[in-house]
């Protein structure tokens, strides 16, 4: 299986700063097609996940331009560029290409 | 608006069996690809498996947690998901999450407890 570590495991930010959080896959998740299937989640306290970027940099609709996705071949970044009260959760990346579709561990970033 | 709802969830003990389903709206149901995730108390998300479209094959495929002992099935004219899942074990306590698409769109989980 594909494993997906993120760093940090917490965070604690001011609002207003900015925030960054890594992952890194095992092998590389870049599809033939030229996609690369890294998506990133955030699960706010009490709810289901919800998507906010998809295939590495794309945001998801609704998703605030505050948000932005990086990266390539095993190695990924989401930023924050000005994090506000309402992000407060637990960050998660997966990957989509291979099956299993795995998560990393959760990135909790705390205000 | 994109709408899943999970239901079927509850306490069972370990060694039987329980069926999860998810109500899909705003949607068209048949073309979606559908994922079914879970959350143990306290923990991250493991995905346990993903049923395509019938017009895409219908291929199920799972975790290898759960291979042999859970099935996903879909009815189209009802425009559910179900999870069936036998010989529970205590370990399979969780939140489970049924959703579309990478997943795109999340239902708000049901909880199933396995113990005794």
């Known amino acids: 299986d594909v494993v997906m570590t993120q760093t940090p495991v917490s965070l604690s930010v001011t609002p207003g700063q900015a925030a960054s959080i890594s992952c890194k896959s095992s092998?590389?998740?870049?599809?033939?097609?030229?996609?690369?299937?890294l998506y990133w989640y955030l699960q706010k306290p009490g709810q289901s996940p919800q998507l906010l970027i998809y295939?590495?940099?794309s945001r998801f609709s609704g998703v605030p331009d505050r948000f932005s996705g990086s990266g390539s071949g095993t190695d990924f970044t989401l930023k924050i560029s000005r994090v506000e009260a309402e992000d407060v959760g637990v960050y998660y990346c997966?990957?989509?290409?291979?099956?299993?579709?795995?998560f990393g561990q959760g990135t909790k970033v705390e205000i | 608006e994109v709408q899943l709802e999970e239901s079927g969830g509850g306490l069972v003990k370990p060694g039987g069996s329980l069926r999860l389903s998810c109500v899909g709206s705003?949607?068209?149901?048949?073309?979606?690809?559908l994922n079914w995730v879970r959350q143990a108390p306290g923990k991250g998300l493991e995905w346990i498996g993903r049923?395509?479209?019938?017009?895409?094959?219908?291929?199920?495929d799972y975790a290898a947690p759960v291979k042999g002992r859970f099935s996903i099935s879909r009815d189209d004219s009802r425009d559910t998901l179900y999870l069936d899942m036998n010989s529970l074990r205590v370990e399979d306590t969780a939140v489970y999450y049924c959703?579309?698409?990478?997943?795109?769109?999340w239902g708000q989980g049901t909880q199933v407890t396995v113990s005794t």
């Open positions: 997966m990957q989509g290409l291979y099956l299993p579709r795995t």
């Open positions: 295939e590495v940099s």
């Open positions: 092998q590389s998740i870049l599809s033939r097609d030229g996609k690369t299937y």
């Open positions: 705003g949607l068209i149901f048949k073309k979606a690809w």
């Open positions: 049923m395509k479209s019938n017009l895409d094959g219908g291929t199920v």
């Open positions: 959703g579309s698409g990478y997943p795109d769109h």
